[in-house]
């Protein structure tokens, strides 16, 4: 099906030794062709489906800023809409082939179960940006490095298996502030 393009390029060399270097803030961006597609196909309608995409070619590109550490920019150059098997205004069944990055879209309204009859247009539940936690748990058990959900006709966010808690974070259970540093 859709092989995924995925170049990993490594930007200049910070030291010989090839230690593991701790990956410190990634960056997601589309590119003019993907962006221009997903803004024409947005549609701002209360009643509709969220729709699935195949990230058919990606480049990640590795920036070392130190010895031990890395950015990453996470560029999206293709997506092809996927066929999906079952969608409602709160989800989208689908699924991209294995090792090709997946993107969906949050819709522009807040719908209570999974029927259209019960959305409004915007409200608490509308463009969401949040991925929810079926998102993350799929973006993990796929093993892919990033999903992408269009919240927006111009926004994109970008998520990574690292954002999510069970992945390996520490727990944040106080309920008060934290001071910052
Ligand atoms: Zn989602």
């Known amino acids: 099906m859709h092989r995924l393009g995925l ?3 490594t930007l200049g060399l910070l ?3 090839p230690v593991a270097r701790a990956q410190i803030v990634r960056y997601g961006v589309l590119d003019d062709p993907a962006r221009s597609q997903l803004r024409a196909a947005w ?3 209360s009643t509709q489906s969220e729709r699935g995409y195949c990230v058919r070619r990606a480049r990640i590109v590795v920036h070392p800023i130190s010895p031990t550490a890395v950015d990453s920019v996470f560029r999206v150059l293709e ?3 996927a066929r999906s098997t079952e969608a409602d205004p709160n989800h989208v069944e689908f ?8 993107l969906h879209t949050h819709t522009p309204a807040t719908c209570v179960g999974s029927s259209t009859t019960y959305c409004s247009a ?3 539940g509308a463009y969401s940006c949040q991925p929810s936690r079926q998102d993350y748990e799929k973006l993990i058990r796929r093993g892919d490095p990033f999903g992408v959900i269009q919240c927006d006709r111009r926004a994109f966010r970008f998520y990574y298996p690292s954002d999510f808690l069970a992945h390996g974070d520490r727990a944040h259970t106080s ?3 934290d001071s910052i540093r």
């Open 95 to 102: 699924t991209c082939a294995a090792g090709t990055p997946e």
């Open 7 to 9: 170049a990993i390029i």
């Open 15 to 17: 030291g010989a030794a």
């Open 122 to 124: 915007d409200g608490p």
């Open 175 to 177: 309920t008060g502030s």
């Open 43 to 45: 549609s701002d309608d």
């Open 79 to 81: 997506v092809v809409p």
